[in-house]
Structure formats: structure tokens, C-alpha cells
């Protein structure tokens, strides 16, 4: 099975600073049909997950240009360039390329 | 708007069984991948099961297969996850979840919570 690593485990971030979390994969992610499926997402506490990225770097509808996505093969990145109350949660890294699908551990990012 | 409501989940012992139900609307169900992704208290995400959109494929996560059975009815718009032989770890929130081919749309559901204690 693919295991996704993510760090830092927890993110301590100063409101309009930025953000940067690392999300790592055990194989390659890149599918035979020549597409990563590489997709991040946003859980606020007590709320069900949200995606924010898909595909390594394509926002979803709604989704705040501060959030970015990055990253190819092994290594990807979510950066938020300028963090807000609202972005407060964990946050996700999952592959679809494998089967199973798997989730990375999670970052908490809080306000410092 | 799309809506996702699950229901079913509860109190159970180990070794019994629930079923859990996600009811869809306000999009077509039928052209989108099912799943069910189960969170235990305090943890990360769990991928536990999906099904194609015509049920024909149906994949499982190795620490559920044999003991839970996911399917669907297209007409009544709904998933379903019938979980037999539970075991304390089983214990989590389940989210179902839909998400188109390649990944390009996807919906969630707010979950429903499955205890396995005695």
C-alpha cells in the first residue's frame, strides 16, 4: 500500500503569515493514464472533510486563491499565502492514484 | 444542493452488525463512484470501501473485506455499507462520499458514528 507522510504534524502559523505543509508519497503517483491523483483536503473541527486541491494544483469551485498546490512524482506541497481564522483545522493529503486510496496523518494548523 | 445523509449508526457489541445508509440528492448518483471513509476519535481518514457506478466493481480495504459488504440502488439514489463480525476498532465515523472518474468532482456526506463496545 502507498503510505502518504506529512509534515509537520502541527503548524503553528501568525494570522496573514504564510503556510507550507509537505505531503510525501511511498511510490510514485503518477497514474498510466499520465495524470497525478493527488488531492488535499480541509477539515475544520467538528466538520466533515472539504476538498481543496485535486490533481496535485486545480482549486475546487469556491476555494480561495490563497491556497496552492504543488509538486510532482513523490513530493507535493499545500502552501496558503496568507493564513486566516477560517483556515484553522487539519489538513490532508490523499492519493488515488493505488489502490486503496490513502490519506496522509494530517496537519494542524492553528493560530499562533 | 448536493446532499449526502448518512444514517445507522449506533451502539453495538462486538461481533454484531449495522448497516449503514447514505441517502443522495441534487446530483446524478449515478455517474459518480461511491465510497465509504471512516475517521476512529481523534485520528486521521480511513478509505474503507467504493463501488462503481454501475456496482459491478466494488473494492475493500484489507482490515474490512469479508466482514462488510458495500452497495447501491441507483434508483432509490442511495449507498449503502452492511458491517457484519465488528470489532472495537471498527469504532469511528463513517463519511460516505462520491467523487466523479479522474477526481474532478467530489461530494461528502457529514457522517454517522458507529460504536463497537461491550
Known amino acids: 500500500d502507498v503510505v502518504m507522510t506529512q509534515f509537520p504534524l502541527s503548524l503553528p502559523v501568525t494570522l496573514g503569515q504564510p503556510a507550507s505543509i509537505s505531503c510525501r508519497s511511498s511510490?510514485?503517483?503518477?497514474?498510466?493514464?499520465?495524470?497525478?491523483?493527488l488531492n488535499w483536503f480541509q477539515q475544520r473541527p467538528g466538520q466533515s472533510p472539504r476538498r481543496l486541491i485535486y490533481?496535485?494544483?486545480n482549486r475546487d469551485s469556491g476555494v480561495p486563491d490563497r491556497f496552492t498546490g504543488s509538486g510532482s512524482g513523490t513530493d507535493f506541497t499545500l502552501k496558503i499565502s496568507r493564513v486566516e481564522a477560517e483556515d484553522v483545522g487539519v489538513y490532508y493529503c490523499?492519493?488515488?492514484?493505488?489502490?486503496?486510496?490513502?490519506f496522509g496523518g494530517g496537519t494542524k494548523v492553528e493560530i499562533k | 444542493e448536493v446532499q449526502l445523509v448518512e444514517s445507522g449508526g449506533g451502539l453495538v457489541q462486538p461481533g454484531g452488525s449495522l448497516r449503514l445508509s447514505c441517502a443522495a440528492s441534487?446530483?446524478?448518483?449515478?455517474?459518480?463512484?461511491m465510497t465509504w471513509v471512516r475517521q476512529a476519535p481523534g485520528k486521521g481518514l480511513e478509505w474503507v470501501a467504493n463501488?462503481?457506478?454501475?456496482?459491478?466493481?466494488?473494492n475493500y480495504v484489507d482490515s474490512v473485506k469479508g466482514r462488510f459488504t458495500i452497495s447501491r440502488d441507483n434508483a432509490k439514489n442511495s449507498l449503502y455499507l452492511q458491517m457484519n463480525s465488528l470489532r472495537v476498532e471498527d469504532t469511528a465515523m463513517y463519511y460516505c462520499?462520491?467523487?466523479?472518474?479522474?477526481?474532478?468532482?467530489?461530494?461528502w456526506g457529514q457522517g454517522t458514528l458507529v460504536t463497537v463496545s461491550s
Open positions: 462520499a462520491g467523487y466523479t472518474s479522474g477526481w474532478y468532482r467530489n461530494y
Open positions: 441534487e446530483f446524478t448518483f449515478s455517474d459518480y463512484w
Open positions: 463501488i462503481k457506478q454501475d456496482g459491478r466493481e466494488k
Open positions: 511510490q510514485s503517483l503518477v497514474y498510466s493514464d499520465g495524470n497525478t491523483y
Open positions: 490533481q496535485v494544483s
Open positions: 490523499m492519493q488515488a492514484t493505488h489502490w486503496p486510496p490513502s
